[in-house]
């Protein structure tokens, strides 16, 4: 057994326990030294993914392709964005402690693991380890009553969609008699009893509450609203690819013969998030839970892919989650941003008059904006162009449709934050911005407005991926 495709797992958690160790017995600045570092770690992972070889790991239980390495790297970079945008926000909200540079480097592991899974006790292993971490860190501003109320929330919640996934899990070995991947392809090619589909059905509810998916979204807003805004940056791209990749690696592996028995499921979550995120969002003032109620349609986008069912659709799908993390951590970074006075403000009503004060920023959060409305020709236009093509090419008109409608109802709200930049009186007074922030924006607004005249590599890579992952 080649050990090559295990040096990312090991370099994030031998140095993420190194980092700990730093941090206890150092009485250096530990802080900035353990995200300096977790950077490090994240880019040396992200390096080592690229080369390592596709194989199977410990009897079959993991398994590396070319459609980890992409959903590896994606997760590594919205990880090493969060963290960039903590920097200076942790110093500030008094909040700068090296264990959540540790934490973020537990939880990708716990991603990685999940993505690379060939079996369900791996799996659930890794979605363990990952929630486990998401939960401290949606609390790190211990001192803060939203922070420790939205850790607590995602707790609760959490560890109800855990028990419903390992009960998904239990009712499919019961009735499989296996818990591995290829096996249960080849026992469920020829048919399945209502027991399995039950199972099924179990952990695809399980899967869908971490990926915020309508009905299974209750603790997103409330979460998004209260974990320290870098943190929210995190949940929004990191642990969204992770899951999202991992579901489809379950519903076109081990089910991927019960197509017919679960398209009709992922349609209707698919069609639910995306008139949720259209409609729920509008009356929201608080410009957090208007990016949560976004997450949530954007990700109803997204199962559209999986819906489909076929080599475009989960192409269509990592395209669209490739441009959402740019999306979304450009968005975070405009939020984070918003500081007056040392404070940290949230409202859409607080960017009154930001054109005029400055309009670099100004720009860049309307290219973010303009973006996750779909409109042309920056990224997001595109993304959903790839999904409903797919679904259309399926058979799957109506979704495509109701897509289409909740696109045009969604870009009300996007809009009407462009609307209050530009055209509403106001004196923001927004603090100087930390380099790493305007870094991250910088960055997240070129790539949207660039994207037009650069697909070929993304397309490219996720039509490699979507081929290894359909075989």
């Not at 404070?343 to 400055?358: F, M």
Request: charged share 10%; with cysteine; net charge positive.
């Amino acid at each position: 057994m080649s050990f090559a495709p295990l040096i990312p797992a090991l370099l994030l958690g031998l140095g993420g326990m190194a980092l700990l160790m730093f941090g206890v017995f150092s009485r250096r600045e530990r802080a900035t030294c353990c995200t300096v570092g977790a950077l490090i770690l994240l880019v040396l992972a992200a390096g080592f993914t690229l080369v390592a070889p596709a194989g199977k790991l410990f009897g079959g239980l993991l398994v590396t392709s070319t459609f980890t390495r992409f959903a590896d790297v994606l997760v590594m970079l919205g990880a090493a964005a969060a963290l960039i945008l903590s920097v200076d926000y942790n110093r500030r909200e008094s909040i700068a402690r090296f264990e959540y540079p540790v934490l973020v480097l537990f939880s990708v592991l716990g991603m990685i693991v999940m993505i690379s899974s060939a079996d369900f006790m791996t799996l659930y292993v890794g979605f363990e380890l990952q929630s486990l971490a998401l939960y401290i860190c949606a609390a790190m501003a211990r001192d803060s009553l939203r922070s420790t109320e939205a850790g607590l929330k995602y707790f609760v919640l959490g560890a109800l969609a855990s028990g419903l996934l390992v009960y998904g899990i239990s009712l499919v070995y019961g009735f499989a008699g296996t818990t591995n991947f290829a096996s249960l392809a080849a026992i469920l090619a020829h048919g399945a009893g209502y027991g399995t589909v039950i199972g099924i059905v179990f952990v695809l509810v399980g899967l869908a509450f971490k990926i915020s998916a309508a009905p299974f979204h209750m603790w997103t807003p409330d979460v998004y609203e209260g974990s320290p805004s870098p943190v929210t940056a995190f949940f929004g791209t990191a642990p969204k690819v992770a899951t999202m990749a991992l579901l489809l690696a379950v519903m076109i592996g081990p089910f991927g013969g019960l197509l017919h028995q679960w398209q009709t499921l992922v349609e209707i979550l698919s069609i639910i998030s995306m008139a949720l995120g259209a409609l729920a969002a509008i009356g929201q003032t608080n410009l957090k839970r208007l990016l949560a109620y976004s997450s949530i349609g954007h990700m109803g986008y997204a199962l559209m892919g999986l819906a489909a069912g076929t080599v475009a659709g989960i192409q269509a799908t990592l395209i669209y989650m490739a441009i959402y993390v740019v999306m979304s951590f450009g968005s975070f970074a405009c939020v984070i941003a918003m500081r007056r006075r040392g404070q940290a403000v949230e409202t859409i009503a607080d960017l009154a008059g930001l054109s005029a004060e400055k309009p670099g920023f100004a720009l860049a959060l309307a290219i973010f904006m303009w973006a996750m409305a779909g409109i042309p020709p920056l990224s997001g236009f595109f993304g959903k162009l790839y999904v409903f093509s797919a679904a259309v090419n399926a058979g799957l008109d109506t979704l495509a449709v109701v897509g289409v409608v909740t696109s045009i109802i969604g870009a009300f709200y996007y809009l009407r934050v462009i609307k209050v930049m530009y055209f509403d009186a106001g004196r923001p007074e927004f603090d100087p911005m930390a380099g790493g922030v305007r870094f991250v924006m910088a960055v997240g607004a070129i790539v949207t407005c660039l994207f037009v005249f650069i697909p070929g590599p993304l397309v490219s890579a996720a039509d490699a991926a979507a081929r290894a992952l359909m075989g």
